[in-house]
């Protein structure tokens, strides 16, 4: 099961493209309202969510969690104690982490990234302290997925899709969605 935080002012494609792309791939994801049950993306479209913060449920059935950015949906997701809770739970539990455009910031807050290569949108990098800062698209290392911004949501998603259904499986959703030449 996938969970992904959203909270009001989230960048609204960095959340839909991967949940889409990881649903065709046959993964559970259920995405979680931080601010609520409605949640306004940061372009003002409502997107109701699966359930609210306060349901989920930390453990083994927890293979990854998602943190898309946008502002101020980063600073809500950041200032949630249910999302801070997650995050460590899936860090001691060695389950994958990924967040994209300014998401990784709140990694990097918690200096998780040490050591780690990291993307994040430009003008963020000074608070993934102590990675190794990557300008590219997509970086994955260890259980950490980093996304570079809304233009890089279709390879982040086609990314987490690799990591838990398989390179096939993801390079055939990647074809059929024409995502590929």
């Known amino acids: ?74 600073t809500n997701l950041e200032n949630s104690s249910e999302v801070q809770a997650a995050i460590d739970f899936c860090y001691e539990s060695k389950k994958f982490i990924a967040a994209i455009c300014a998401a990784p910031t709140i990694l990097g807050h918690k200096g998780l990234l040490t050591g780690i290569k990291a993307t994040c949108f430009p003008g963020c990098e000074s608070a993934l302290k102590g990675s190794a800062y990557m300008p590219k698209m997509v970086i994955h290392d260890g259980i950490f997925i980093t996304g570079k911004g809304p233009g890089a949501a279709f390879k982040f998603g086609f990314k987490l899709a690799e990591l838990l259904c398989g390179k096939e499986k993801s390079l055939a959703i990647e074809s059929n969605m024409q995502c590929r030449e």
Do not use: C, W
Not at 13 to 27: C, F, K, S, T
Not at 41 to 68: C, F, R, W
């Open 1 to 74: 099961m996938v969970y992904v935080f959203l909270a009001d002012g989230f960048e609204d494609v960095e959340a839909i493209a991967p949940i889409d792309i990881l649903r065709r791939a046959g993964v559970n994801v259920v995405t979680v309202g931080v601010t609520g049950k409605q949640v306004i993306t940061s372009h003002n479209i409502p997107i109701t969510a699966d359930i609210t913060v306060d349901e989920i449920k930390l453990g083994d059935d927890l293979d990854m969690i998602i943190l898309p950015g946008g502002m101020p949906g980063t």
